[in-house]
Each structure stands twice: as C-alpha cells, then as structure tokens.
C-alpha cells in the first residue's frame, strides 16, 4: 500500500510538472532569440530580484558607502551599457559593495553588484564596462532563471516543484529569500552561459562606444591569474565566472568581427578610483587581521585591525571585526563599545545589528539585544536571532512567544534547529 501512495505521489509530481511545462510553455530567449522553457514569468522574475537584491548585498558585506561617488559612476557606466541591451526596460540597479573577493554578480531583474575588490584590479572604464555588459547579460537573457528552472527540474521527483539550493558558507544561518539570494549570485554559471554573456556583452560594449578589446584583456588577464591561483579569485570571479583560453579565442574572434577601438576612459576611472585606492591599504589590513584572528592569533590580528581603523576610521567594517576579536578574548564590554560603533556608521548593516544584540544579550541587557535582533530580522531573517529571539522571550516570562520563535527555528535545521528543538521539548514538557 505505501508503495502503490509513492508511486502515485511521484506521478502527481510529473503531472504538475508537464501541466506547469504546458501552461508556461517555451518562450523568445529576449538576448539570443532562441525558443526556450519559461517557467517562471518575468512578473516572478522582477519580484525575485527587486526582493533578494538588498539581502544580498548584506550577505556579501554591504554597501561601499565611504566613497558615495564611486557608486554613482559605476550606475552611470551601467546605464549606458543597459541602455543599448536587449532589454533596455528592465529595472536595472547597480551597486559597490564592501567585499575585498574580486567578484560581480547579477540577479534577476537586472540587479547587479560589482565588489570594490574587483574593481581595484581594473585598468580603465572600458574594462569595468565589459565586466558591467557581461552582467547586464546574465540578467537580460534570464541565466539566472534558467538554472532556478533546471533546479526545480532536478529535484521534481524528490521535492516537487522546489528549487534545490546547494549549502553555502551562509546554510543554516540566513534564511528565506536571502539565502536564495545569496546562491544565485554565487552560483557558478555554465560555459554556455558565460560565452553567450561575452559575446552579447562585447557587442552592448561596442554599442556603447566602448573599445570592446577590453573584453578580450580582461580574459587574458584573468586566464594568467588563474595559473597562478593568484588569492581572491579563486573564491570569487573564477569560481562564480571560471575563465578558459577559449573565452579569449571567442572574444578576440568577434572583436576582429566588429572592429577594435572606442572609448577607454582611464584618466577619468583613475579619478573615480582614487578614494578606493586610497584606502585600499586599510582593507589590506583587514584582511590580514581576519586571516590571523582565523588562525587563533588574536593578539597579531588586534595589531593589524587598529592599523585598518587608524587608516580609516569611518568604517564599520573594522570595528565589527575588533569587537569579534574582543568577543574571542572575553572582553565582553569593548566587544560592546565596537559593535555599537558599527552600528551608528551603518545602522541598516544586519550583521553589525546581529553581533550588537548577540553580546547585549550576554551582558543581559534584554532590551538592547531584542532590538538589535530585530532589526537584524528586518533586514536579512536568521536563524541564529531567532533563537536568541526566543530566549529573551523565555527570560521575559513571554512563553508563547518563545514557542513560536524556537518553533521556526527548529524548522530551519542546522545547529540552531536542534537547540531550539531541545529548548522547545523543555517549555512543552
């Protein structure tokens, strides 16, 4: 008898799958015009990215906000490049975050992010316009849908029509739309996917006015690097966008097509990129005193962190980093002093919001830690402040609200689910 409801259960499965097949049906790919299957409408796809893209930026640190005109040019390069795509209506966004990774990603809807560690590896506005029009390509030919498609295709015969999302560093800590959010953007993109972004992207480029050989050494570049395993691309462009010697062969074949020359535009990226530049020696910093506290060595990493923060006190970044530090040396009060710096530098930053209620909470200071998780949950919901969530309430005498809050906790799995399941048998018992 269970076999016979397997069997009929995995028939429903494929029926709602061909029914869904039939009722989207194929449509025109808008950037190559070839037929493919839809079946996620572009009301979907717009309402997944306008969504997850804040999320998003939060999981992969945040807003480059200490240099607001930096931002501003790379939304005027991406303008230009979106309005000569094919589909110039789309509701494009551009933003810098505040990662070190070199790396750039697109969601749906044409909502892209280049990191300020790419951008520091950039020669001229020509090579940032070739890696702005290869994103504008991945959101306007859907490659991000498609593989949302081939997942729910994947999984039919297990999970119905769910999407099947692989862990990242962020399984089990961040949850819902964001979690989705972070795994497109750092999904690897198939070889198709990525000639097909080139080859559109070299041809937006030179509608553009752009000389489109920056593609073509921008490929090259990356190509040499990746020989070398040069630190930051291997976890970034090269494991989301992984370059090949053919991707050049393609590029130069259809610069040679087109016609070599056009705009560069380095005096003016050179300026544009002077702040960043500027203060690229602190995030070098970073990045030292994070791998250090990594390895155990809190003292050394101490050290390093004040030099970021000497360098650039402005950032949010750096005192999160020498609060976790403080946290790791159980000084529980400069723990505190940092994160609540965080947190008045970029209040909408939840993971600032996250560690300042985290360590209210161990000082006892309820109402502190209840508001910052909150807002933490606001911005982008984890499992780790719901728990936290629940706790106060249990300390707070308000039993129901803590059952509800280990409840959803608990459905989300990972080491958070089992405490919260532990601490929901322990208030039902």
Same mark, same amino acid.
């Given at each position: 008898?269970?076999?016979?409801?397997?069997?009929?259960?995995?028939?429903?499965?494929?029926?709602?799958?061909?029914?869904?097949?039939?009722? !989207?049906?194929?449509?025109?790919?808008?950037?190559?015009?070839?037929?493919?299957?839809?079946?996620?409408?572009?009301?979907?796809?717009?309402?997944?990215?306008?969504?997850?893209?804040?999320? *998003?930026?939060?999981?992969?640190?945040?807003?480059?906000?200490?240099?607001? #005109?930096? !931002?501003?040019?790379?939304?005027?390069?991406?303008?230009?490049?979106?309005?000569?795509?094919?589909?110039?209506?789309?509701? $494009?966004?551009?933003?810098?975050?505040?990662?070190?990774?070199?790396?750039?990603?697109?969601?749906?809807? /044409?909502?892209?992010?280049?990191?300020?560690?790419?951008?520091? &590896?950039?020669?001229?506005?020509?090579?940032?316009?070739?890696?702005?029009?290869?994103?504008?390509?991945?959101?306007? +030919?859907?490659?991000?849908?498609?593989?949302?498609?081939?997942?729910?295709?994947?999984?039919?015969?297990?999970?119905?029509?769910?999407?099947?999302?692989?862990?990242?560093?962020?399984?089990?800590?961040?949850?819902?739309?964001?979690?989705?959010?972070?795994?497109?953007?750092?999904?690897? $993109?198939?070889?198709?996917?990525?000639?097909?972004?080139?080859?559109?992207?070299?041809?937006?480029?030179?509608?553009?006015? $752009?000389?489109?050989?920056?593609?073509?050494?921008?490929?090259?570049?990356?190509?040499?690097?990746?020989?070398?395993?040069?630190?930051?691309?291997?976890? =970034?462009?090269? +494991?989301?966008?992984?370059?090949?010697?053919?991707?050049?062969?393609?590029?130069?074949?259809?610069?040679? &097509?087109?016609?070599?020359?056009?705009?560069?535009?380095?005096?003016?990226?050179?300026?544009?990129?002077? *702040?960043?530049?500027?203060?690229?020696? +602190?995030? !070098?910093?970073?990045?030292?005193?994070?791998?250090?506290?990594?390895?155990?060595?809190?003292?050394?990493?101490?050290? &390093?962190?004040?030099?970021?923060?000497?360098?650039?006190?402005?950032?949010?970044?750096?005192?999160?980093?020498?609060?976790?530090?403080?946290?790791?040396?159980?000084?529980?009060?400069?723990?505190?002093?940092?994160?609540?710096?965080?947190?008045?530098?970029?209040?909408?930053?939840? #993971?600032?919001?996250? $560690?300042?209620?985290?360590?209210?909470?161990?000082?006892?200071?309820?109402?502190?830690?209840?508001?910052?998780?909150?807002?933490?949950?606001?911005?982008?919901?984890?499992?780790?402040?719901?728990?936290?969530? =629940?706790?106060?309430?249990?300390?707070?005498?308000?039993?129901?609200?803590?059952?509800?809050?280990?409840?959803?906790?608990?459905?989300? /799995? /990972? *080491?958070?689910?089992?405490? +919260?399941?532990?601490?929901?048998?322990?208030?039902?018992?």
């Amino acid at each position: 008898m269970e076999q016979g409801v397997a069997k009929i259960t995995k028939f429903h499965i494929i029926t709602l799958l061909l029914s869904a097949i039939t009722l !989207t049906g194929c449509s025109v790919n808008p950037v190559t015009g070839e037929q493919q299957l839809s079946l996620i409408s572009e009301s979907q796809e717009l309402s997944m990215g306008a969504e997850q893209y804040t999320p *998003t930026q939060q999981t992969q640190g945040g807003m480059f906000y200490l240099d607001s #005109e930096l !931002t501003l040019y790379v939304r005027e390069v991406g303008q230009k490049l979106a309005r000569v795509s094919d589909r110039p209506d789309l509701p $494009y966004e551009f933003v810098v975050l505040n990662n070190s990774v070199p790396n750039a990603w697109a969601l749906p809807g /044409g909502k892209i992010a280049i990191n300020r560690g790419l951008l520091v &590896k950039l020669e001229d506005e020509a090579q940032l316009a070739s890696v702005i029009g290869h994103e504008i390509v991945h959101a306007a +030919a859907r490659h991000s849908v498609q593989r949302m498609q081939n997942g729910m295709l994947i999984s039919a015969g297990v999970a119905g029509l769910g999407i099947a999302l692989t862990d990242n560093e962020w399984a089990g800590l961040i949850m819902g739309g964001a979690a989705l959010g972070s795994q497109l953007a750092l999904a690897q $993109y198939g070889q198709g996917d990525e000639l097909e972004s080139d080859y559109y992207g070299i041809l937006y480029m030179k509608e553009a006015g $752009y000389d489109p050989v920056a593609a073509v050494e921008l490929q090259e570049l990356f190509v040499e690097l990746s020989k070398g395993q040069e630190s930051g691309f291997i976890d =970034g462009l090269f +494991a989301t966008h992984p370059p090949s010697v053919k991707r050049v062969q393609e590029n130069q074949a259809l610069v040679n &097509k087109i016609g070599a020359g056009g705009y560069r535009g380095k005096d003016v990226f050179d300026r544009k990129l002077a *702040t960043l530049r500027k203060l690229q020696p +602190a995030y !070098t910093a970073h990045d030292d005193a994070l791998k250090l506290a990594a390895n155990g060595d809190f003292t050394s990493a101490l050290t &390093k962190v004040n030099e970021a923060i000497r360098l650039a006190p402005n950032e949010a970044m750096f005192y999160s980093l020498r609060g976790r530090i403080y946290e790791e040396q159980n000084q529980e009060q400069k723990a505190e002093a940092d994160f609540e710096k965080a947190v008045s530098l970029y209040p909408e930053m939840f #993971e600032y919001r996250l $560690y300042n209620g985290l360590t209210a909470l161990k000082l006892n200071q309820l109402t502190k830690a209840r508001e910052n998780l909150s807002r933490a949950n606001e911005i982008v919901p984890t499992s780790i402040a719901y728990l936290r969530l =629940g706790d106060i309430a249990v300390k707070e005498n308000r039993r129901d609200e803590a059952i509800a809050l280990y409840t959803k906790v608990a459905e989300s /799995g /990972g *080491t958070a689910g089992e405490e +919260a399941k532990r601490k929901l048998a322990q208030l039902t018992q």
